[in-house]
């Protein structure tokens, strides 16, 4: 993981913070929600393989699996 990944996060978190509060604002919540939900699925997409591989060295690292 970089601090790349930490920076690009933060950015997202901002950019979505203010469009949710313009978007609240302006009378429009369900686009607001929609685009908090987005933003979310962003993210999750970068995170989920640096989960993954943390779950892959957790099982070497144990062994587990019976092998």
Request: charged share 10%; net charge neutral.
């Amino acid at each position: 993981m970089t601090i790349s990944l930490i920076f690009k996060i933060g950015a997202v978190g901002i950019i979505v913070s203010l469009l949710n509060q313009v978007l609240k604002h302006s009378g429009r919540d369900d686009q607001a929600y929609l685009v908090s939900l987005a933003g979310l699925l962003i993210v999750l997409s970068w995170i989920v393989p640096y989960v993954y591989e943390l779950f892959q060295n957790i099982n070497a690292l144990f062994n587990i699996g019976g092998m």
